[in-house]
């Protein structure tokens, strides 16, 4: 079993950048594909990015592809997510997830509780 815990998240100028952070405890972690969701409320967890067990197979969002980098350090048992441009429209709720990796939410098995992301125009 695997333990996530998000932080990094906060307010921010349209423009600017910020780095999340996932921290996990518990299960080897470098067993697990690993991805970053987002949710706004009243709407649909959306798919943001993710990177595969490997390390060198990532795959994003349109919405965030050339803007996001994911990245993982499995001897720290960390993931990020570096966001630079940040556009008023990236303002969700941040979730970092494990298990198989890939673009369906039913794909991961672990969740993080989340760090809040707002970004003012």
């Known amino acids: 079993q695997v333990q996530l815990a998000e932080s990094g998240g906060g307010l921010v100028q349209a423009g600017g950048s910020l780095r999340l952070t996932c921290t996990a405890s518990?299960?080897?972690?470098?067993?697990?594909?690993l991805g970053w969701w987002r949710q706004v409320p009243g709407k649909e967890r959306e798919f943001v990015a993710y990177m595969l067990l490997s390390g060198d197979s990532t795959n994003y969002a349109d919405s965030v592809k050339g803007r996001f980098t994911i990245s993982r350090d499995n001897a720290k048992m960390t993931l990020y997510l570096q966001m630079d441009s940040l556009k008023p429209e990236d303002t969700a709720l941040y979730y970092c997830a494990a298990g198989l990796g890939g673009t369906s939410a039913a794909a991961y098995v672990y969740w993080g509780q989340g760090t809040q992301v707002t970004v003012s125009s």
């Open positions: 518990g299960s080897d972690f470098s067993r697990y594909g």
